[in-house]
Structure formats: structure tokens, C-alpha cells
């Protein structure tokens, strides 16, 4: 048996995977990354629009900090957050937006004096102040208050990806391209690393660390239409769910993009929204503000998605002859601002659709996007079930993002993650007692285990095709699973779903090559993407209730009395056709922000038996402290400070904010 | 695997049109079994509107060969891992429309990096080398920096010069047209002297010209360079490589000659 030793396995190789080696390195721990691609190929380069983090250096920022974006990234979970790792994180944002500057990043800057712009279809003429120019820049998106997504244009996930693969080389991360991980390694405690195959060859290996961490991406895949990769396929997470023993959070929250492009899914930015674009109908109409009176094209993701959905609904989509879509108008834009704010907008238009963006409408509808559910992990992004498990990015259920993820908030988290559990995982992996002795016995059960699956496979006479159930699959999950969900129809979906488990026993392949083998990919990924898509489908027809982007038609009002708790899913047996469901509650008396109007979507919702309570609380604290800073309030009403690693603690500084006054 | 799908939505979404049958000559060769000998297969397709190579091969594996081997990861243009030789010229194939294409097409690997089988090719690990040898990392004056602090002011069109340099996806397209490439595997490319150039003009780098001579001022450098400039010709992304090589010449002849 091949056997590789080292402190620190991390599993994918996009933002939060590189960025946790790069913090492990630093602290003088080995790290290997397994990537199924080339790093610089992951879908963390698909990242076009920017990250939010609250620098306040543009005019239309002028007042951001912490406290606004905390409250934002709340409200667009629609209270499903971990309000202490939102903390955190909007914490570390602009400390990680600095640190890549100064590892190279090539930010847009901000440029001083008056500069036009289109707000809600007027030219309106900005004047940024003469003291700021050249800072980072920030650009508008749905769901925020300020102007706080920082960007390179409209490739920002690329230049941070480059930037950061780019440092984990100068720091001798070990890169193993080409490699998946089958199986966890572990004994129902403890995670001692993963069974891995090399892609090319075929051959398996036992990788043995103190510390794994799954930073795999999304799921996104598991749907028939997608803005996601096509690595996207959710390993990550199955990987954990099969352990039997780790959980996985709130799979049911799947978010919509408004603006994939019709009918291939390739996403357009938010930030054509942001910068001022527009949505319309088949006639031509703006019908945003009819149902968005206050936020219009800038509402947060999941209620665009459905207002669009809505309104196609009503008969005002542009009918084609598979199906309606709508428009997304960014003539008003002008070429030059095109041309240089949203370039890889204007390629992509250019190369998919053969229309020039400045001229002609995109075809858009809403496409699967984003994975808010993961691998539950507690604040240190460590997995409060099996010890030495580690997650971070999309892949975990942290949980920054509840049951909406506002746009520009995925990228900042792989790297403010990917710091933060990066700090974690070498104090972990820093403490004596974790040392344990390599367990080579467990590993090569492990290793033998996942010879005889595929040995299984390469042998069975079965006549179903892998390609075709994974279809299958994805038609039901978009059918089913999708933007609008039901009772009836969840519970249609699941059994289907099952089915389709029962089918994917007799799964042959004709090729029989152990080395480089697609169809042999397809088919043993298969059955770990149908156990996630089993989870999703359950998940949604469990909750019933409507929250962010879970919308239950028959049962359309949040409700905070039953359903204020994250869905935690288990799949100990083996042969189960279904995951076991926990629930586990968040406590409203310690919420910085109690429950409320997101300030946008339906007012509409049932509130928790404490909230009332916790909301004179926090109001009194505010009245009696009104005279104090902002820090000293936000430490009265829920300490979080303690939680951050020495390294990433501190205030931030801004322009109207010199760090000298502030500390 | 929802390449047929959206082929098929693809079609639908479409007008109607007169049918082509594609044919599509494709490089088999597996390095790793000793049976096998490299040789052209063909496979006919119905094309569809909109249809890209990306789902086109995507269509001939799950109903033709499910061994067919190639890559794709973004199939939007951006990650560069498809790029291949369509009809002689490297292309990234995700976004090459069929429609643009005639009936009869030849599909090779990139040349010049190592092969793992039929249209796969093991660019990553050319690419990691590269960097390595080139050290395309920012080296900065100071290399823990106060992230409490407001970050260093730069330029806006010098962020914006440098994010042009910056857009390049590693894809291969400019290595794999090079006449220099062909004949030494030591080059490093115009992809290399794209990153060079990239931090060259990067006032957050320490380094100096003498410094950069020390990494391309020789033949396996931008020396190796025989202006054939088939490098900028077939840039997915349109970078300036026949500028920026000029460019670096100048400059490296310069300081070679101690100008």
C-alpha cells in the first residue's frame, strides 16, 4: 500500500483550500492539497463580480463598516447564520482584501473627482474625494446597504485565485494535481487523513495528516442547469455524509443566480445589476420595481430568482421553444464601461451567445448557483462530530450564509475561511495530543475497501449507464427541487430519487481500464452525488416553512417558532435509501441581531417565542449605551473578539476611521 | 453530464435550421497501455445551434465512447483547461462554436506537454514548473504586512494595466503554437515572459531588471524568442504577448549589455 505522511491534507485546490496550506506552511506544518484539476483551474475563478469587505473608501461607502455588513450578510441569511462566525468574518474581510493587495492582487482603484455612474436608470454624477484616490474601489451588489464589493474588473476570482496559487507555490505547498479522494479515513472519532486515487494512473494510496479539510466547492452539478463547474459534483460533502458519522448542514438551502445565461446556465455577474443593469420582459419591461418597490434589481439573490420565476410565470417571460426566459439589459451601461468593468461579461456574450452586450439584451433566467449547505463545522471550522475533520468555503456549513448567501460574500469567505480555520488547523495540529500514532491498519481497511467498490464496478454485469442516471438525476432535482418547492412535489422527488439508488446497483461500464477512465469517474461519483441529492430533496421536504432561499409554496411564511435550527443529516447505514434528520436550534437570546424584515421579499413571518424578549433586550443595551463607540456596544450585545485567532484580531482601519482613534 | 441537456435546450431554444452532420477526427492514444498505437477515429454528430466543442465531445462520450478522455472544468471560457488543437490550431474548446467549423475536423492534443490520453493533456504540472523556475510571485518589500492598516494606494490604470497582463489562464494555447518551444523543451514561453512582464510592471515588486535577466536573459528566455508570434495570434484572452516580448528584449539586451 502507497502510503503519504503528512501534517496537513487539504482537499480541493480553489481559495479556501490554498489559502489554509499557505496558513499551515507558515506555521511550520507540511501541507498537501489534492486537486482534481490544475489549482488555477477551480471554480474559484468563475468568481466575477468582487468580495465584499467593508473598506468604506468609495462615496457610496461612506459609512460602511463592520457593523453594516454584519447586518446585511444576516439579513440576506434570513436569520440562518451563525451570527458569531458573521462576526468573524466580516472582521476579517477587509484584512483579507489587504492581504491580497500585498501579495499582488491587482484591485480596481478608486479614481478622485466626479464620475458618472446609472443609478435605477438615471446618470447620476459621483465626486470621490480627492484623499482617497488610488485605494481599492468598491462597487454596488444586491442585499447591501453601502457600496462594499471590492473587485479586479469583472475577474476578481481569477486574479485572487492566481494570486494565491501563485503564493502557496512560493511557499512549497504540495500540489498533488489530479487526484480524488474516495473515502475519509477514520474510527468513528478521530480523521486520520483519506483514500485517495491518482486520476491518471488509477493507483490508490493511503494519505495519513493530523488535520484534514474538505474545501471542495459546491454541488452544484446535482442540478440540470448551473452556473457551477463541471467538477462541481458535491465529493466534498459526500465524503463527509459517508463517514456515517460527520454531519452536514442545511443541504436544502440551494440558491438561484437571477442571471445564468439562457439556456446554458453560464453565469453573468450580479455585478451587471450592480453597476446598473437592468431585468426585463417580453414587452420590454422593467418589472423589478412593480414587485421590489424598495431594493428593485438589488434585492438579495434568492428574491430576484423568484420574482423572475415569478413573473415568467404570469406569462411575461420571451417565449422560446424550450422555454421562457427574460432580459438583461446593460446597453444603458455604455461600451466603455463595458469594456473595462465588465470585460469577461462581454467576452462570454461574444463567444456564446454572438451578441455584443452594449448593443443587444442577454437572455437570462435563474440558474442554480450556490451550495449554502456543508459540512457543519463549529466556529474554528472543525466538525463538532468527528475530531480532525476541518472545512471551509462553500464546501462547509460554517455558517455564514444561513438560507441566502449575499452576492460577493463566497469568495470573501474562501479566503477569510480559508485564514481563519487555516490559523485553527495549526493550532490543532500544534498540540502534542494530537499527535496519534499512524494508524496503518485502519488505513489500509480503508484503501481495500475502496479497491473492492471499484473492482465491483469494473466487473458488474449491470446495464445501467452511469451518464444516463446522472441525468436522471439532475431532472429531478431541477423539476422537484427547485426555486419553488411543495409538499407533494419533494416527496414525488425523493421517491424518484430512490429509485434511481436502487437502478444505480446495476450500474456497468464498458470500459474496464483501472488507469484514466471516465465512465469509471461517473460511476462511482454517482451514487455519493445521489445520496447528497437524497439529502437536499429530504431536507426541503422536511422544512416546512419558507426561509431565504428554501420557499415552500404551501408553506410560504418563515417561521421562527418551529424552524429557527440549522438541519444537521446523517447517513450511518450504509444501505439506507434515506439520511437521519437532526435539528439543531439557534439561540435567539444571544443574538447580536434578533429576528425581523430582511427589509426586502415578503414581510410576512412567525416570530420565535424569545424574540420579542431578546429585542427589548438589545434595545434597552442601546439606549443605555448610546453615548459609547460602536466596538463597545457590538462587545455588549454578543463578545465575539476572544473567538478570532491572535493573528487575524484587531480593529480595521479606514479613512473616517485612523486606527490611532480607534483603539 | 448535463452537456446533453443543455445541448438539447441549445437546439430547442433556437430557430430552426438546416441540419449539418459533423464529423470529428479525434488523436486516440492511451501512453499508459503498450496495445495501444496512436490513430485518427472519426465520430458523426448532428449538430445543433449554439453547440461547442464542450458539448459536442461531452455528446460523443456519453453516447458513443464513454473512454474518451479530454478536459473541461468551467466550460465558460475562464478556467483554460480545454484548450486543444481543432483543425491545427490550439483553441480552448468550450467556447469554439461548431457553427464556425466545417464538416469535416481533426481534434489532437496540444503538442509539447506531457500527454495522459487522447485529448488530455498534463498542462498543470508544465505550468507549476514554470512558475517555480520564473518565481511568478509578488516579491514584496515587506512580507508581513499590518492587514489592520489601510491598504498601499496604486494607480487606477496602472491596476488596470496590470489586470490586463494578469488576465491569462495558463491554458497553454501560446506554448503549444510556438516554433521556439518545438525545438527546445527548456523555453519558457510566452505565457512566462506574460507573467514576468506582469510583475515587472508591478510596483509592489522589489525586483529589478537585473534580477529578471537572471531568470529569461538567455536563450531558454525571451533570447529564445524567433519573433514567429504565433503566440499572440492564437491567445485565447488577446494578451499583448508580441508587445510585451519585444518589450522584455529590449530591456533584457539592455541590461545583459550593462546599458
Known sequence: MKTIVTDVLVIGGGLAGLRMAIAARRRGHNAIVLSLVPPKRSHSAAAQGGMQASLANVSKGAGDNEDVHFEDTVRGSDWGADQVVARMFVNTAPKAVRELAAWG??????????????????????????????????????????????????????????????????????????????????????????????????????????????????????????????????????????????????????????????????????????????????????????????????????????????????????????????????????????????????????????IDPAESWIPVRPAQHYTMGGVRTDHTGQSPHLKGLFAAGEAACWDLHGFNRLGGNSVAETVVAGMIVGEFIADFCDKPENAVPVPLTLAREFVQREEEKLAAILTSGGHENPFQLCSEMQEIMTHYVGIFRQGDALLAGVVHLQRLLERSREIGISGKSRAANPELVAAYRFRRMLKLALTIAYGA??????????????????????????????????????????????????????????????????????????????????????????????????????ELPALLAGRNERLDEPLETVQ | MSAIIENNAAAEAAEPRQDRWLTFNILRYDPTDPGSAPHLRPYRIEEADSMTLFIALNEIRERQDPTLKFDFVC?????????????????????????????????????????????????????????????????????????????????????????????????????????????????????????????????????????????????TGVFGCMSLLACHDVCPKSLPLQTQIAFLRRRMAMTGTGL
Open chain 1, 105 to 354: 492582487t491587482p484591485w480596481s482603484r478608486l479614481r478622485k473627482g466626479d464620475h458618472e455612474v446609472i443609478i435605477n436608470e438615471q446618470k447620476v454624477t459621483l465626486a470621490e474625494r480627492a484623499g482617497a484616490h488610488g485605494l481599492i474601489a468598491q462597487r454596488d451588489f444586491g442585499g447591501t446597504k453601502k457600496w462594499r464589493t471590492c473587485y479586479v474588473s469583472d475577474g476578481t476570482g481569477h486574479a485572487m485565485l492566481f494570486t494565491t496559487s501563485d503564493q502557496a507555490i512560493r511557499h512549497g505547498v504540495e500540489v498533488h494535481e489530479r487526484t480524488e479522494a474516495l473515502a475519509l479515513i477514520h474510527d468513528g472519532e478521530r480523521c486520520h487523513g483519506a483514500v485517495v486515487r491518482d486520476l491518471v494512473t488509477g493507483e490508490l494510496a493511503a494519505y495519513l495528516a493530523r488535520a484534514t479539510a474538505i474545501a471542495t466547492g459546491g454541488a452544484g452539478r446535482l442540478y440540470r442547469v448551473t452556473t457551477n463547474a463541471v467538477i462541481c459534483e458535491g465529493i466534498g460533502h459526500a465524503l463527509a455524509l459517508e463517514t456515517g458519522v460527520a454531519a452536514l448542514g442545511n443541504m436544502e438551502a440551494v440558491q438561484f443566480h437571477p442571471t445564468g445565461i439562457f439556456p446554458a446556465g453560464i453565469l453573468v455577474t450580479e455585478g451587471c445589476r450592480g453597476d446598473g443593469g437592468l431585468l426585463r420582459d417580453v414587452d420590454g419591461h422593467r418589472f423589478m420595481p412593480d414587485y421590489e418597490p424598495e431594493k428593485k434589481e438589488l434585492a438579495s439573490r434568492d428574491v430576484v430568482s423568484r420574482r423572475m420565476e415569478e413573473h415568467i410565470r404570469s406569462g411575461k417571460g420571451a417565449p422560446t421553444r424550450f422555454g421562457p426566459h427574460l432580459w438583461l439589459d446593460i446597453t444603458l451601461l455604455g461600451r466603455r464601461h463595458i469594456e473595462h468593468n465588465l470585460r469577461e461579461v462581454k467576452e462570454i456574450c461574444q463567444s456564446f451567445l454572438g
Open chain 1, 541 to 642: 421536504y422536511r422544512r416546512t416553512e419558507s426561509r431565504g432561499a428554501h420557499f415552500r409554496e404551501d408553506f410560504p411564511r418563515r417561521n421562527d417558532q418551529e424552524w429557527l435550527k440549522r438541519t444537521l443529516a446523517f447517513w450511518p447505514d450504509e444501505g439506507a435509501s434515506l439520511p437521519q434528520l437532526d435539528y439543531e436550534p439557534l439561540d435567539v437570546m444571544k443574538m447580536e441581531l434578533p429576528p425581523g424584515w430582511r427589509g426586502y421579499g415578503a414581510k410576512n413571518y412567525i416570530d420565535h417565542p424569545d424574540t420579542p424578549r431578546r429585542q427589548q433586550e438589545v434595545d434597552a443595551l442601546r439606549a443605555r449605551m448610546q453615548d459609547k463607540d460602536r466596538h463597545a456596544i457590538q462587545h455588549a450585545l454578543m463578545p465575539y473578539a476572544d
Open chain 2, 75 to 219: 466550460r465558460a471560457g475562464i478556467c483554460g483547461s480545454c484548450a486543444m488543437m481543432v483543425n491545427g490550431r490550439p483553441k480552448l474548446a468550450c467556447r469554439t462554436l461548431t457553427s464556425s467549423l466545417p464538416l469535416e475536423n481533426t481534434l489532437a492534443p496540444l503538442p509539447f506537454f506531457e500527454l495522459i490520453g487522447d485529448l488530455s493533456v498534463n498542462t498543470g504540472k508544465w505550468m507549476r514548473g514554470m512558475s517555480e523556475r520564473l518565481r511568478t510571485w509578488l516579491h514584496a518589500r515587506e512580507d508581513k504586512p499590518d492587514l489592520r492598516r489601510i491598504e498601499e494606494r496604486m494607480d487606477p490604470d496602472l491596476a488596470e494595466q496590470i489586470y490586463e497582463l494578469d488576465r491569462c489562464v495558463e491554458c497553454g494555447c501560446c506554448v503549444a503554437a510556438c516554433g521556439t518551444a518545438r525545438m527546445r523543451e527548456d523555453f519558457a514561453g510566452a505565457v512566462g515572459f506574460g507573467k514576468i512582464a506582469r510583475f515587472r510592471l508591478d510596483p509592489r515588486d522589489v525586483r529589478t531588471d537585473d534580477d529578471y535577466y537572471e531568470l529569461i536573459g538567455d536563450d
